[in-house]
């Protein structure tokens, strides 16, 4: 039996404290890069029709996690950033992601100001996935075309985030909104 969407968010939820929300980040790793294995669950939400944008692919109504499918058409690189309280894990489908971890040298003391030193980098191809947990400040880049699957602890837009710049060494809190992230919902 092909490894699909509806046994990956049980296994998620397995991961997941339904009290806490805390998960098992390595878990969810294993499974989403298990889930990546699966051609037709990554034609059908990352293929060459998908729509471009964030999509929800899955939401679960017991602990809150999303299942999110990312379509690319232009390449970016993000600043340094955080997803708040939220813990994330990406997998890639399409072309690549790199992935950069940032530890905070300065202790947060001071308004305004932060210093970042580049702790890990690696590349994300299909079907590897990465996690960070929450507050982790990372950085991503990818190419034109590049599509990945991300799975949050909640939908990432009602939360408080932090954007750094190393150049002038500042940090910038990023208030929630209630834009939502994504379009349609999955029922598994």
């Known amino acids: 039996m092909t490894y699909g969407l509806e046994e990956f968010c049980n296994d998620c939820r397995s991961a997941i404290d339904p009290k806490t ?14 889930l990546m294995e699966n051609d037709a669950f990554v034609n059908e939400h990352c293929g060459p029709h998908a729509e471009v944008g964030i999509h929800t692919i899955f939401r679960d109504p017991e602990t809150d996690f999303m299942v999110l499918a990312h379509i690319n058409a232009k390449g970016r690189t993000s600043p340094p950033h955080d997803h708040g309280a939220s813990w994330a894990v990406y997998a890639q489908a399409v072309e690549f992601t790199d992935m950069t971890e940032f530890d905070r040298k300065d202790d947060g003391s001071k308004e305004g100001y932060a210093e970042l030193e580049v702790s890990r980098k690696y590349r ?9 947990g929450p507050h982790k400040v990372h950085a991503i880049h ?10 949050t602890g909640t939908d990432l837009s009602r939360l408080e985030t932090l954007r750094y710049n190393m150049d002038e060494k500042s940090v910038t809190a990023v208030p929630p909104n209630d834009r939502g992230e994504i379009s349609g919902t999955a029922s598994v």
């Open 21 to 34: 929300h805390e998960a098992d980040l390595d878990a969810i790793q294993g499974h989403l890069e298990h």
């Open 124 to 132: 994300l191809e299909r079907p590897k996935a990465g996690h960070f």
């Open 142 to 151: 990818f190419p034109d075309n590049g599509r990945f699957v991300r799975v």
